[in-house]
């Protein structure tokens, strides 16, 4: 189950449970066209930091995304594709699909050193199927994006849904899948569809919690793939492991893979954070998912954190939990969930490999300065994020904070100044949200948290 977590309130797209455990999904997100704004910008050049993490926690982490799906149950052998992967796209994509594709294949072989091209022709080992969002929902109702193997098209996934042959646990080496893809969806969503669901095609089928620096993590917090994503496909398409090894096998040939893909962490001190158990788990996924009521995401909230404390820990989890208590108490007390996201943001800043989580917790304390006339307090707080959330492409944050960067400008007097920056945001909130409509609700919702303008 993956979450995709925004500032503020305005959310745009979530991971939630679907029906199948087994099958890699993102939430949907209504969008229309945009019109009368300035033009969508996008990323250029990625800007991906090595990982700074122990080969001994590597090797732990690379055997438990491998080894298991996101439901928790065991994959009885490693499988990968074998020789090189080819790559085609089908259906209606949109305009936004072809650039964000080929920046990701550009990273996957220069990075990973995987052997994967886009082809023209009408069969490949990974299909993108690009269909209306209403399509994905008559059949995946919550679902905006996911990941099928043995088949290349709607119709032949319909067939097989209700057989083994789409069963990952039946799968002894990739050849086939579809991936498919909203084809009306925000460019950010279907950026990051691209980036969770064909690393998922390439590699691990597991999300850890305990993974502060990846996409294969249920918090959803990064959308692209990281460096420590880049690091375990390269070990995964490594030239000593092939489809059908056991996981002692594989991590018998797992040293010296690591020692070749990250000789840094060969000398970094192992972490060996303990494992995420599953009431953390259900407690954060009650909380921050769909069909609870209030109470019982506020009890499940509360589950979550109590569970934190009481194991003692002090890493990112701590925070998160911090961070889920914070946001559902927003409804109810902004001091208490002040006070929970200044809780957030000790814990985070205590754990490494945490500036994007850093970053959504200073969007929701710069909204409370903004909002108690404390302008400087607001700019003090956004300061260093905004690079934080352009280096990791999030265009949805990074205008959230552009547009609050302007609030608390205009509130100190610096008009024009802010103008200007909120000028600047609506290009990044075109990609970020897509629709004309998400882009003006964000800026109504924004702007009523300056107590100048009456919100």
């Avoid at 229309?32 to 732990?60: E, H, I, Q, Y």
């Avoid at 559902?328 to 007390?333: A, C, E, M, N, P």
């Avoid at 929970?340 to 959504?360: E, G, I, K, R």
Wanted: aromatic share 6%.
């Amino acid at each position: 189950m993956r979450r995709l977590l925004l500032p503020l309130c305005l959310a745009v797209s979530a991971c939630m449970p679907v029906p199948s455990p087994d099958t890699a999904t993102r939430a949907a997100a209504s969008v229309t066209s945009v019109s009368g704004l300035p033009a969508m910008k996008s990323f250029a050049t990625p800007r991906p930091m090595a990982p700074v993490v122990s080969n001994a926690d590597l090797a732990r982490d690379f055997l438990d995304l491998a080894f298991s799906l996101e439901s928790g149950r065991a994959l009885p052998a490693f499988t990968r594709f074998e020789g090189p992967i080819t790559l085609r796209v089908t259906g209606s994509p949109p305009a936004a699909l072809a650039p964000d594709l080929n920046r990701l294949l550009h990273r996957l072989r220069s990075e990973a050193q995987i052997d994967i091209r886009q082809v023209s022709g009408p069969q490949a080992n990974i299909t993108l199927v690009a269909i209306p969002r209403a399509e994905i929902r008559r059949h995946l109702p919550q679902a905006a994006c996911f990941v099928v193997p043995n088949v290349s098209s709607l119709r032949e996934y319909l067939s097989a849904r209700r057989s083994s042959a789409v069963s990952w646990t039946r799968v002894a080496r990739r050849e086939t899948l579809a991936i498919f893809l909203p084809a009306d969806a925000a460019p950010q969503e279907v950026r990051d569809c691209l980036h969770e669901e064909i690393a998922q095609a390439l590699g691990p089928l597991n999300d850890l919690y305990r993974l502060a620096d990846s996409v294969f993590n249920d918090d959803n917090v990064h959308t692209v793939l990281t460096g420590f994503d880049m690091t375990v496909l390269r070990a995964y398409y490594d030239p000593s492991l092939r489809s059908g090894m056991s996981r002692h096998d594989v991590a018998a040939r797992l040293p010296a893979i690591l020692a070749r893909v990250n000789p840094q962490g060969e000398t970094l001190p192992a972490r060996d954070l303990p494992a995420t158990p599953r009431v953390w788990i259900d407690a954060i996924q009650t909380a921050l998912g769909p069909g609870a009521s209030p109470a019982e995401r506020r009890a499940a909230a509360t589950r979550a954190l109590n569970t934190a404390m009481s194991l003692g820990w002090t890493d990112h989890r701590r925070g998160f939990s911090h961070y889920a208590m914070g946001r559902i108490l927003q409804g109810v007390s902004a001091e208490d969930a002040q006070d929970q996201f200044m809780w957030a943001q000790h814990y985070f800043a205590a754990s490494p490999n945490t500036q994007l989580h850093q970053a959504y917790v200073a969007s929701q304390l710069a909204a409370y300065a903004i909002n108690d006339n404390r302008p400087e307090d607001a700019l003090a707080l956004l300061g260093r994020h905004l690079d934080t959330a352009a280096r990791h492409e999030n265009a949805a944050l990074l205008a959230t904070l552009m547009l609050l960067r302007a609030e608390a400008l205009e509130l100190s007097g610096r008009v024009s100044e802010g103008r200007q920056v909120r000028l600047d945001s609506l290009g990044w909130a075109r990609y970020g949200f897509g629709s004309d409509w998400a882009v003006r609700a964000k800026l109504r919702e924004i702007g009523s948290l300056n107590p100048l303008k009456g919100g």
